[in-house]
């Protein structure tokens, strides 16, 4: 067990973390059931619907929104709407990602595009997300008008860093951006990953729990320190991760061109015969990449510890994380939630998928 | 001047249409410029998001969105923000409908995929679809959280029904139909457009002028004829109108295999070879078809007056439309934003753009 700067996460914690994540995410997942009509068309709509929701993803993001409500006092039947609207629109978010980065699998099986095409995907992509206003607008029930119309704000903003994030990334590739630093990249996963994934279910948890007291500006650092720890955890997987676990196409970041911290390191330090061949590979349209660069490429950033550079990166900002935890969550009591969150860097640092 | 059953309208009348579109239409486009902001990143998504809302449509739904407020008693300031929710989602789908139905041009310029790609395409697309919430948060300052509140349920409800119609259509040429009745294209028709282009302004429109008192399922009759008559003559205009009006590729729904009234009636009344060889036309990959064999279509749909069918239908759909309008408007005292709304039948009956 390594140590993240700042605290000690056992082994118990992290047991904390599994626990908790079970218990929020079967609860979520059974709220989020009725808000997956039967309605038709089904063939070419509400069946594929329900498709990535059901095939049954980590849950961390309404886990995350359940404990910090719970941590700052509500009951969870409070933010159980709010959870189940995050991970909705989480789900929509993904078969639009998957059709922009031409990805191949999706939690073990062929993404939605794969499937069904395109023109069918985005449609599914667009209700996924509309469908997450519903456990918004039935918030008016748990939270009260005012309270829902903040939370409803507050997934406009989130939504809005998500696309501009998106935006970043595609740019990125459209141009075959290649001088990027690890500034680039931490802004665009500030954007394109941890409002979503963190910052967003921390302030609305805190919202909820607090009754709008709390100024949720508090929890930007925070939950971007974890999410970027967590994104850079799933870039790592996506080199070094057991393929059934983790649920997507090893190797897959490299053929799709993005710009993770061991690209963009590889480009830094490789030498200019190198560099000038992953740029060429970056260049081809992607049909046109094949396995044999990809595993050059993955050779070449093991032969220049790239890796380890990373893993080194997201160590520090768990460290920072864990400071940064103290201040979002001060004054708040010890409670199981507390704990779950706090392990959560750790667990982020660490999961194996 | 054909003049619809049940009503008569004069070239005044449709003089009022083109001066209150005119009017409303340039007072949606003002307040619609500080939905569009300038924010970064610009190049990937500000700058393209303003692309589809500033290549100047018709301003058809938040128009009838404002006339029927003020013909309701509203305000136009009170009804303004509405519409310019609806007039970006409309803009929002737009950009994804022309990826999903591989359209090349959109008033008169490429659609947004043929210049960007894909990828950042859809990222459009879901980030105007974002922006249109922003004006109806706004709402708030206009009508107050009670009203806004309903109004976002409608928005949501509209969405919905927007999203089953494109299901209905992309699953037809899914699975290559081709033994739909003119009932099918009418439920899907509903659907797809209606509901965004007349129901849902209507509704919108008739609970701001009347402070949320009125039952507004009263629009939904009117509303889907009136936008029927609409999308019927969006059709015959693809393939007659003036490109340079029209806006888009003359032919186009052949092309994409569209399934209008006078495709659903070519395929009833063509003879079984002529039915065979559209069939398999339609079952070709888009990149397949090409102009020759759409020129033939087009040639025989003239033969078998398939034109005039839907000409026919458009005219019977306008006169009902005249009939539901005294019902829906009932009580609701005589003013230009009530002669827009009448005179808006025969407009779409025969615009030429």
Known sequence: MSQTPGTVTTQDDLAVVREVLAEYGEMTRAALEPYLPKWE???????????????????????????????????????????????????????????????????????????????????????????????????????????????????????????????????????????????????????KTCWLATIHPLRVGALIGSRGGVDVDRFIRFGFFLGAVFQIRDDLLNLTGDETAYGKEVGGDILEGKRTLMLIRLLRVAAPAERARVEALLGLPRIERHVEEVAWVRERMDHHGCLDYARGIAHGLAGAAAHELDLAFEGVPASRDRRFIQSLVTWSLERAA
């Open 41 to 191: 068309p089904r063939r070419h709509l509400y069946d594929l619907i329900a498709d990535y929701p059901r095939r049954g993803g980590k849950m961390m993001r309404p886990t995350l929104c359940l404990a910090t409500a719970r941590a700052f006092g509500a009951r969870p039947e409070e933010a159980l709407r709010s959870a189940v609207a995050i991970e909705l629109l989480h789900n929509a978010l993904l078969v639009h990602d998957d059709i922009e980065d031409g990805s191949e699998q999706r939690r073990g099986r062929p993404t939605m595009h794969e499937m069904f095409g395109v023109p069918i995907a985005i449609n599914v992509g667009d209700t996924l997300g509309l469908l997450s206003l519903r456990p918004l607008m039935d918030n008016l029930w748990s939270v009260g008008m005012r309270l829902a119309w903040r939370i409803m704000e507050e997934t406009e903003r989130m939504a809005r860093e998500s696309a501009e994030g998106q935006a970043l990334e595609l740019g990125w590739r459209e141009q075959n951006v290649t001088d990027l630093t690890e500034a680039d990249y931490l802004s665009m996963v500030l954007k």
